[in-house]
Nanobody, 127 residues
Framework: QVVLVESGGGLVQAGGSLRLSCAVS????????????MGWFRQAPWKEREFVAT???????SYADSVKGRFTISRNGAKNTVYLLMNNLTPEDTAIYYC?????????????????WGRGTQVTVSS
């Protein structure tokens, strides 16, 4: 079993920044945090869930076009934590942000490829 707990969400004005954290607990013989690919997805009210960013086991990253250049995903193996630094936020970034994990070296932009999900953290950007 893999447990993901997000934190760091909140209310911020447009143009501001937030850093989300995702603490990862691995209670399975199927792998360790260092071997997992991690991802962030988000879902805004009345919209479908969408891919935000992913990071593979070696630190390679991929981003949705809508956040490229503004968001940065990173991971800290010593702390079993993945981060999402969000800069220059706009009201369109308002959503619940979910941390995801898969026991595979490489990430994916498809939510269905991630078996493990956190409960999410709310990010609200005011204009």
């Amino acid at each position: 079993q893999v447990v993901l707990v997000e934190s760091g969400g909140g209310l911020v004005q447009a143009g501001g920044s937030l850093r989300l954290s995702c603490a990862v607990s691995v209670c399975t013989s199927g792998g360790t945090f260092s071997s997992f690919a991690m991802g962030w997805f988000r879902q805004a009210p009345w919209k479908e869930r969408e891919f935000v960013a992913t990071i593979n086991w070696k630190g390679g990253t991929s981003y949705a076009d809508s956040v490229k250049g503004r968001f940065t995903i990173s991971r800290n193996g010593a702390k079993n934590t993945v981060y999402l630094l969000m800069n220059n936020l706009t009201p369109e970034d308002t959503a619940i942000y979910y941390c995801t994990a898969r026991a595979w070296a490489f990430g994916s932009s498809r939510g269905a490829d991630y078996p493990y999900w956190g409960r999410g953290t709310q990010v609200t950007v005011s204009s």
